[in-house]
């Protein structure tokens, strides 16, 4: 047997050396080019310096990432950094259509160019496969690890992805916090991130945050010269959630994953594959919300049937308790242990909400107007004790307190056509609700519950895990799986945000994972919230972000909490157009609604599932104007949401059919409206339109503007 390697002589030694060197030399030169489909993106793969590799982005010839490095960190032996060979490289190209069970529009193109690279480290024998998709929004890429002996098994350090930028972009950002994403978004130049961090970090945060620079994503960030560009991830399965480090004198963005309790950053077992890291690009920022990059990344459904899974408008026992008017816990007696709440003996405080009668006033309201379900909060024993000594197992998520009857609900609530949403808080106890799952699924499936939103606010138990670990972003998973067994869908409130994983598993039909409008009642959202979300949070999939308050003082139910709702009342029916939900609640308690019926006429006829969608104007930070046509309708709905600032709107009607003629209800702030002073002012006035016509509607500092229009 002869080995080419074997050395014979010292010049034949030599020879070999040099031819080595030449074939490395030859591959650390090699680049590799590609184009989105209509060229208007070009990404370049290049071994940088000692093998490492990188790349670059760049859109109708301008830099959106300037050559950047790629790689990760192991805890033992060598990285996956450097020292890296090209083994070989294809690319291959898609064009497909298809359907989501639900969403924005009917039919979704996944139409892009790919160019793998298969690298080889020579000193520890190891490859690593990165897959480059672009398509004409933008780029998705990944790390693939083959099976293989000497990569088997492996803890992950840190992953070294970077996005180096070709400037001091204004960038929307929030603290990269382990444990929580619902801060106020913060508007500022990259460069003042480090000075505006303390303040950025608000005091009911959990205060994890890792680094002075360290922000989340979906990262927007638009660029002096009018690119804007969006960073995010998708298809995060059994890995860590990403946050970014800033390197502020560079302008270099790298990834920093969430770490678990033993300050390792994952656990790999080949074959195993990264999620998508994106870049979503345009010159029009209306692209980016329309982008369906991050689903287009992910896996089609795994299921079968989903014959079951349909879009909801709800409306619940929750608000009364945000605002303090009323209490989720039957007593105010804590401390008791589960199983051993005795009935008889605790002491009614007098104001809780989920009670049988009160219930049915909610399902009498959701009957009344059209809508599909009655969320109920605080049904279940143990919220007296939530967060006392026995939170490790305070919930069983079966069983009532003794003013709710169960069964009589159901029946009363089938017997009008609505349906019941369950509500499990697990008061971030893990282990716990995962010995009670199934159990509880069971009992939603046998007492008439088709979704369930779970909770998990405070610490996580086990001690010491974060929210966006790998372990933690594998419990949500099983969740959503293991609920689908009972054709369950699971709206999951401070959970991990999302990656586009509903395309894969549409029963996930919504999440919380950023500042919903409960924080109406916890002080306040900035009037421009709403303008800044569609392009951070929502890029990554749904929010059940609660609108439709039009009580905007919360003195009126509590009068001790002072916060009042930043946003007109006109605004509140906007965002159920703007915010892009299957889910969509109507918060307010049915009270104030029978108050303003001509203005809840709205939420009544708005859809919540699309053929079709337009952005019309947009601006993070200033205002989006979006229109959607109902899914198999031919009726449209255009929603409006401003900043502080106010401003006209301008749209052009173009998308209706030529030809024909619609009856139009404009529900608009009046001219005195302001979301502090006088949220209240709306008028509602109807109108024919058609395509041909023009509208310039006054959106109201803080405001905005709601449209139905319905063919005749
Ligand atoms: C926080 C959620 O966002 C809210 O909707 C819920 O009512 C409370 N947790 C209680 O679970
Ligand atoms: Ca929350």
Redesign the pocket.
Known sequence: MTNIFRPHSLRALLLRCLLLAFCLSAHAAKAEEIQSPNRNLTLHFALGAAGAPTYSLSYKGRPVIKTSRLGLDLKEGPGLTDGFAVASTSTSAVDERWNPVWGEVKTIRNHYTQLTVTLTQAATRRTMLLHFRLFDDGLGLRYDFPKQPNLDYVVIKEERTQFALAGDHKAFWLPGDYDTQEYHTTTSKLSEVRGLMNKAVTPNASQTTFSPTGVQTPLMLRSQDGLYINLHEAALVDYAAMSLDLDDRNMVLESHLTPDARGDKGYLQTPAVTPWRTVIVSDRAGDILESKLVLNLNEPTRYKDVSWIKPIKYVGV?WE??TGRSS?SYTDEGNIKLGSFDYARAKPNGTHAANTANVKRYIDFAAKHKLDAVLV?GWNVGWEDWFGKHKDEVFDFVTPYPDFDVQELHRYAASKGIKMMM?H?TSGSIRNYERHMDAAYRFMAENGYSAV?S?Y?GNILPRGEYHYGQWMNNHYLYAVTEAAKYKIMVNA??AVRPTGLSRTYPNLIGN?SAR?T?YESFGGNNADHTTILPFTRLIGGPMDY?PGIFETRISAYNPKNKSFVHSTLARQLALYVTMYSPLQMAADLPETYEKYLDAFQFIEDVAVDWDDTRVLEAEPGDYITIARKAKGKSSWFVGSTCDEQGRTSSIDLGFLDPGKSYAATIYADRKDAHYEKNPQAYAIRKMKVSSATKLSLYCAPGGGYAISIVAQ
Do not use: D, L, Q, S
Request: charged share 40%.
């Open positions: 929750w308790m945000i989720w909060e509500h808080e939103k909770g606010v409130h401070e919380e919903g409960e609660t």
